[in-house]
């Protein structure tokens, strides 16, 4: 099974929402998680089973969608969201190519 | 505090055998339903996934790296190691190992190995060069 998230980049400003995709090749039902990632540190999980929120995990990040169709939504950037963020599944725990969220 | 630390060498020759070890502090690695994972990133690349080892001992590898790589787990020193033979440039990545955490399954009424990484370590860069 192979994800593929979209945009590969994503320009946006603080207190903009961002929506960013992924995209399973086969029905993973809801067995999606969601990653952020920080240059030099290691991914931190944001959103596990496509809409639980992990631990210590702000309101503003939120998952949903099932089957083969994900969104990860950050209703508004805060100057600290900027990253990459990358989808994974669970048959093959395999993860996707990653979204850059990018300052406009 | 759940913790995970990754070590092993910085530097390996293509052919070679690289030996990474992972040692953990906050969860048990014998009776705990969780599981450690050996994901790697090289440098300015997407996250992929190696292998795992669950409590319970039960392995998983990925399919494109299945022949090269043996996870293991020694309870008494908290540690899980991976092995990579026959090392090429191409595996030049920071190494990171992650756990897996539990997960109650509704269908058994008991706890599992769920298949997500709720704690990273801080990585361990591998560059294979001769």
């Known amino acids: 099974i192979v994800l593929t998230q979209s945009p590969a980049t994503l320009s946006l400003s603080p207190g903009e929402r961002a929506t960013l995709s992924c995209r399973a090749s086969?029905?993973?039902?809801?067995?999606l998680a969601w990653y952020q990632q920080k240059p030099g540190r290691p991914p931190r999980l944001l959103i596990y089973d496509a809409s639980k929120r992990a631990n210590g995990v702000p309101a503003r990040f939120s998952g949903s969608g099932s089957g083969t169709d994900f969104t990860l939504t950050i209703s508004s950037l805060e100057p600290e969201d900027f990253a990459v963020y990358f989808c994974q599944q669970r048959p093959s725990y395999a993860f996707g190519q990653g979204t850059k969220l990018e300052f406009k | 505090q759940v913790t995970l630390k990754e070590s092993g060498p910085v530097l390996v020759k293509p052919t070679e055998t690289l030996t990474l070890t992972c040692t953990v502090s906050g969860f048990s690695l014998t009776n705990s339903r969780m599981g450690v994972s050996w994901i790697r990133q090289p440098p300015g690349k997407a996250l992929e996934w190696l292998a795992h080892i669950f409590s319970s001992g039960e392995e998983s590898y990925s399919t494109s790296l299945k022949s090269r790589l043996t996870i293991s787990k020694d309870t008494s020193k908290s540690q899980v190691v991976l092995t990579m033979t026959n090392v090429d440039p191409v595996d030049t990545a920071t190494y990171y190992c992650?756990?897996?955490?539990?997960?109650?399954?509704?269908?058994?009424?008991?706890?599992?190995?769920?298949?997500?990484?709720?704690?990273w370590g801080r990585g361990t860069l591998v560059t294979v060069s001769s």
């Open positions: 086969l029905s993973i039902s809801s067995s």
């Open positions: 992650a756990r897996i955490p539990s997960e109650y399954d509704y269908v058994w009424g008991n706890y599992r190995p769920s298949w997500y990484f709720d704690v």
